[in-house]
């Protein structure tokens, strides 16, 4: 099989290929290829230890991807499992999980060959054949439970048709084609069967820590439960600690997933309780039911949190996370999101997350520390934006008040915002540079939220800088969308996990409202239309009676770029260190 892809991610010429001598050279091979390959290769399926991270990317899990990742080849390998080959399939990458400006693998038969390209589609979804060929297939395998097809793809390419492989997500995109097609150009992608799946592939290359010999596992599961058939379904299930458990240390935790349900649960979080209530009542069912208690909304602090296509997360060898014993809760929520396109009926679940624990303490207790904007109105987003950006300081000021003169080490970290969120990034910054991104995510949703082990810990020391932005589009809106709690509502977090835990729980900021009301003022002054900028009218109701012109979006953003800050440096007993009033860094 020629191969014309480039190596690594390095600048590279591009070959000058015309695009008729490589269709006739590659597809002529490729069919010749793929039929003698598939005829000879019958048998068993490739070892699963060669392809460690899995997902099944339709909800009926007739496609199953697997794939590795080489940081020396700075390529992954994907191997598809298709259990039910028709005509053939697409897959691919996109910013956003769209069919149009996509970079794809397709293979598609016409009834006798089959071919195997790299295509990409223009902005009306037309697919055209690559001139530059950068997806290398590698083998095609049938076995009892369908077809493998492996092939590789290089992170960066010359190719400007291309979609860069970066850290964090990465929107995947596929469709099944039911009948023959003569050629490429004669797939229309508006009429086939497709989906997309979102996974973080760049999935880092940590040692695995040696696990204790007294090793203990817990399992938090929702027993039994029928999954609504709804699209989308959040579910809420109390679980309790043993009276009288003891402090212990998580170190690692994985999923549990009812065999056949693994398209449907999409992701899972443990929640601890606050330990200022001695009980909390017992619950199984939907999480926005009115027949949840209130109570379970004081279940916030996370203990663990998983990802459809997420391995299983190890802590540091030297550090652990504290549950049990004095000042703890023994109270847990379960929250797991089914995602159920096809609107399944009757199907039984009883998945969640296994607790691995020791009762030998390692040598730090971990810590979770929230990062970014402070969950108020003051920070806005006005309406019909593409990328605006709010930024959230956690100042010197407040690291060298709060940190050990050792410092702390981030190994893990966790990105939220609400729905119109598009990417975020957390840097750190010493001595007034930038010198380490700590978490980034270029193509972040808020439909897929996990802890993410980091490729390397960060150290935080004393008067470092931890900054967060993050980037929102609201062109599908029609008012401000203000900061706070309600899923219509914004937030700009980071939830970093580190060692060894310190009193500092919270290190955000947001601007000064001084300066918000100066906003207002001057929005009356140079415009007709009136901003009641009354006391007894809510900065939300000032917000969404602003007029959305160009000098008001303008300002806006000067604002938030400029002003002195109003910092929230807190204890986790919710006192703040005595920080308050900052220039922006």
């Known amino acids: 099989l020629p191969s014309m892809q480039t190596s690594g991610s390095k600048p590279c010429p591009c070959p000058s290929f015309k695009l008729r001598e490589v269709a006739s050279m590659y597809f002529t091979m490729i069919a010749v290829f793929l039929v003698i390959l598939v005829v000879a290769l019958q048998g068993s399926a490739p070892r699963r230890s060669d392809f460690p991270y899995k997902v099944p990317l339709d909800p009926q899990g007739l496609l199953e991807l697997s794939w590795n990742v080489s940081y020396p080849e700075q390529a992954v390998h994907f191997q598809l499992l298709i259990r039910d080959l028709q005509f053939g399939l697409l897959f691919g990458m996109s910013d956003r999980g769209e069919f149009e400006n996509a970079d794809l693998a397709v293979l598609w038969s016409d009834g006798h060959n089959s071919y195997f390209g790299d295509a990409w589609s223009d902005a009306k979804g037309q697919l055209h054949m690559d001139s530059q060929q950068d997806y290398q297939l590698l083998g095609a395998q049938r076995a009892p439970e369908g077809l493998y097809l492996l092939f590789r793809r290089a992170f960066s390419t010359c190719d400007p048709k291309d979609y860069l492989i970066e850290d964090g997500t990465v929107h995947l995109i596929y469709g099944i084609l039911e009948k023959p097609v003569h050629s490429l150009q004669a797939i229309n992608i508006s009429a086939i069967h497709r989906g997309l799946q979102r996974v973080q592939l760049l999935k880092p290359n940590i040692t695995i820590p040696e696990l204790p010999s007294d090793m203990k596992t817990m399992e938090i599961v929702a027993p039994d439960v029928v999954i609504p058939s709804q699209e989308t379904t959040y579910w809420c299930y109390m679980a309790e600690l043993p009276d009288g458990f003891p402090k212990h240390h998580i170190i690692m935790y994985e999923p549990v997933i009812t065999a056949g349900n693994e398209a449907l649960v999409h992701h899972m979080e443990v929640f601890q309780c606050a330990a200022e209530f001695d009980s909390f009542p017992h619950y199984n069912g939907p999480c926005d039911s009115k027949m949840k208690p209130d109570r379970l909304n004081y279940c916030r602090h996370v203990l663990a949190a998983w990802a459809m296509g997420a391995q299983a997360f190890y802590y540091p060898e030297e550090a652990g996370l504290a549950f049990g014993g004095p000042g703890s ?94 990417k975020v990034v957390t840097v750190l910054s010493r001595d007034g540079r930038e010198r380490q991104v700590v978490n980034a995510d270029g193509h972040y949703s808020p439909h897929f939220q996990e802890i993410r082990m980091l490729k390397e810990v960060v150290a935080v020391l004393p008067g470092d800088e931890l900054i967060t932005t993050c980037t929102y589009n609201t062109e599908d809106r029609s008012r401000a969308t203000v900061g706070g709690f309600g899923i219509l509502e914004e937030m700009c977090v980071n939830y970093v996990h580190y060692y060894p835990q310190t009193q500092l729980e919270l290190c955000k900021s947001a601007v000064d409202p001084g300066y918000l009301h100066r906003y207002f003022n001057l929005v009356n002054r140079f415009n007709d239309e009136e901003v009641c900028t009354c006391p007894q009218v809510s900065i939300p109701q000032q917000f969404f009676s602003v007029p959305w012109n160009t000098f008001n979006r303008d300002v806006l953003k000067s604002l938030y770029g400029f002003a002195p800050i109003s910092m929230h440096c807190n204890k986790s007993s919710a006192v703040r260190f005595p920080v308050r009033i900052a220039s922006q860094p």
């Not at 379960?334 to 009926?345: G, Q, R, S, T, W």
């Not at 060298?400 to 598009?422: D, V």
């Open 329 to 422: 809760s023994r109270y847990l929520r379960l929250e797991i999101h089914y995602h159920n396109p096809l609107v399944f009926k009757g199907r039984h679940d009883s998945s969640g997350i296994r607790l691995y624990y020791t009762a030998t303490l390692r040598r730090y207790d971990a810590g979770i520390m929230e990062l970014g904007l402070v969950y108020t109105p003051v920070m806005a987003i006005p309406p019909g934006e593409d990328a605006f950006i709010l930024t959230g300081y956690c100042t010197d000021k407040c690291t060298q008040l709060a940190l050990p003169a050792a410092g702390i080490r981030i190994f893990a970290s966790q990105l939220h915002t609400h729905l119109a969120g598009r």
